[in-house]
């Protein structure tokens, strides 16, 4: 079965996003760009939140054709355009959206057969509200966080509402330059 990882930037006091959703203090350099390019680019699913996917849609799919693209927007922009994208929502309509599968009901159902199916870990980018709902499902089997070096007081936390403890197990950190560093962790099931 395939697993799912959970992707986020987090503040230091837990926080993926501001009050109002702002992420404007999300650090990011070139270091970070080819070492995160690389795992996700063995990646062939990545699922998100309406909202998430709504700025994902609006940037990428024509950003490695701006005059200031990067080797990260050519490279990521080409990576967004064949993977397969899972959307959970219950409002946005739009099947003719390639390599783009729209879940608006029975959620834990329709990933479990996309879980099923061959291929890579599924990636969940960013996605608060997509993420909780898969927490109380149950169904994060890990979580690749980089750890931004602020407090932000208040925001939308990434663990939230959660029922019961969850056992996490340690598989690497890193410390980048621009101050990140990351905790790659598994759900421990026993």
């Known amino acids: 079965m395939r697993k799912i990882i959970s992707f986020m ?3 230091l006091d837990g926080f993926v996003a501001g009050p109002n959703g ?3 203090w999300i650090k990011f350099d070139e270091e970070m760009f080819d070492y ?4 996700i680019s063995r990646g062939d699913t990545a699922l998100y939140g309406r909202i998430t996917f709504q ?3 609006n940037y990428w799919p024509t950003a490695a054709n701006k005059p200031t693209a990067t080797k990260h927007d050519i490279e990521h922009s080409a990576w967004y355009s064949n993977v397969q994208k899972v959307v959970l929502s219950k409002s946005l309509q739009g099947s003719a959206l390639t ?3 729209i879940l608006s009901e029975n959620f834990a159902d329709r990933i479990n057969e996309i879980r099923q199916q061959p291929g ?3 990636l969940v980018f960013g996605s608060p509200t997509a993420t909780h709902s898969l927490m109380q499902l149950n169904i994060i089997d890990g979580y690749w966080l980089f750890v931004n070096p602020i407090i932000l007081g208040r925001g939308i936390p990434l663990f939230a509402d959660i029922n019961d403890k969850v056992k996490l197990n340690l598989l690497n950190t890193r410390k980048f330059t621009c101050g990140v560093t990351e905790l790659n962790y ?3 099931r026993q």
């Open 55 to 57: 700025m994902m849609e």
């Open 186 to 188: 598994t759900v421990d």
């Open 9 to 11: 930037h987090i503040s």
């Open 120 to 122: 890579e870990e599924i």
């Open 99 to 101: 390599n783009t599968t």
């Open 22 to 24: 702002e992420m404007n």
């Open 36 to 39: 995160i390019g690389k795992r």
